[in-house]
């Protein structure tokens, strides 16, 4: 995978891929997607006719044997990572593993563990980190733009699970590891950790499901979700260069009518930052009383993609992860590591016994 190599990149799962993965590939110089797997093989022959995808894997252990793949993206239910993980990396694949990580911590460190004796390439699918707001945010919080970081906010507000007749799926199984926690809370506890360059050393978090039934698909009885689609979480973060008795809040929600909200703020001694789904960066002196806007180039997005910062951030860091790939490099400067992601699985698995107990919990 040295000297300019055309990198061939196998895709396990075709879903989310369909529209951000594989979109996003297809849009980087020097990259071919060689072949594609899903579980239901009629869906994933579908994606690949649509894309042009000459091979259709029969399942994923025989993606990640094929000698003309270099990178596997791992584009599934949480509960099937580690195992395809581990037998990628096993193969000496490079790995594009979707948060969150894993189902627990001890599954996350085995995978980390993996990527550390397989010497390759190994990161985790937090595209959010890629956009040029998000960047310029954590450059002018580093350069102290605000002072010493004292709370931070984040609101995260969709309906698109809030329609009653919406089939029971992966998304409603707890042993799938569905859920508002795992696939949202996953991005928020990152993005605190990547922008204040600290650990979250404490979780309070309360899970509540609103929709308690769905459909089966194929028999229309209704079927008992267990998964949470609201989530809200209250953080104590570790004192750094930035944070000092900081503290953090999140409210994210799947069953939320209204604007679409995917919104990140931090509030500091001399100031404070926001930054908005629309890619929108605003800066506010303490003592105005205002925002004011912070000129930033809006991302691109490739052809194909859906509306949204998690399409732009993924059209930025798939190209990135190619032209590593490209250059021989087992690093991309800025995206989340394995373990980046273990450190993010463990606030999560805090985050739920503290929803089980009633009360904080610590991290790790």
């Not at 990580?101 to 990161?123: H, P």
């Not at 890629?130 to 507000?157: D, E, P, W």
């Not at 995206?335 to 606030?347: K, N, P, R, S, W």
Request: aromatic share 6%.
């Amino acid at each position: 995978m040295t000297n300019g190599k055309t990198i061939g990149i196998g895709i396990v799962g075709a879903g989310f891929a369909r529209t951000t993965q594989i979109p996003g590939f297809r849009n980087c110089p020097g990259a071919r997607i060689v072949a594609i797997t899903s579980r239901h093989r009629e869906r994933a022959e579908s994606v690949a006719k649509e894309f042009g995808i000459e091979h259709v894997a029969n399942d994923w252990r025989e993606l990640v044997t094929r000698d003309d793949v270099d990178l596997i993206s791992v584009v599934t239910p949480p509960a099937t990572h580690m195992e395809i993980t581990v037998a990628a990396l096993e193969r000496g694949k490079a790995v594009l593993c979707e948060k969150p990580m894993a189902m627990n911590a001890a599954e996350a460190k085995r995978m980390t563990q993996s990527a550390r004796e397989a010497n390759v390439l190994a990161l985790i699918d937090h595209e959010l980190r890629f956009l040029n707001s998000r960047q310029t945010m954590r450059a002018m919080l580093q350069k102290g733009g605000i002072g010493r970081v004292r709370h931070c906010n984040y609101v995260f507000r969709s309906d698109y699970r809030g329609v009653l007749d919406r089939a029971w799926d992966w998304w409603s199984d707890e042993a799938m590891g569905g859920g508002t926690l795992g696939a949202i809370g996953s991005h928020a506890i990152d993005s605190f950790r990547w922008l204040l360059s600290t650990e979250i050393s404490e979780v309070c978090c309360m899970l509540s499901t609103h929709v308690a039934e769905r459909p089966d698909k194929p028999s229309g009885e209704m079927r008992r979700v267990t998964t949470d689609d609201e989530a809200k979480l209250l953080f104590r973060f570790a004192d750094s260069s930035l944070t000092k008795g900081a503290t953090g809040a999140a409210s994210l929600s799947v069953v939320e009518s209204g604007k679409y909200e995917n919104r990140l703020e931090v509030y500091g001694s001399s100031g404070a930052l926001m930054v908005e789904e629309t890619g929108e960066l605003w800066y506010s002196p303490a003592g105005s009383a205002a925002w004011r806007p912070v000129q930033v180039d809006q991302d691109p997005m490739a052809p194909g993609m859906r509306e949204g910062s998690w399409s732009r951030g993924f059209t930025a860091f798939s190209c990135a992860i190619v032209a590593a790939l490209s250059a021989g490099r087992k690093t991309v400067e800025g995206a989340a590591t394995f373990a980046d992601g273990l450190q993010v699985q463990l606030a999560l698995d805090a985050a739920r016994a503290s929803n089980k107990i009633g009360c904080w919990a610590p991290v790790g």
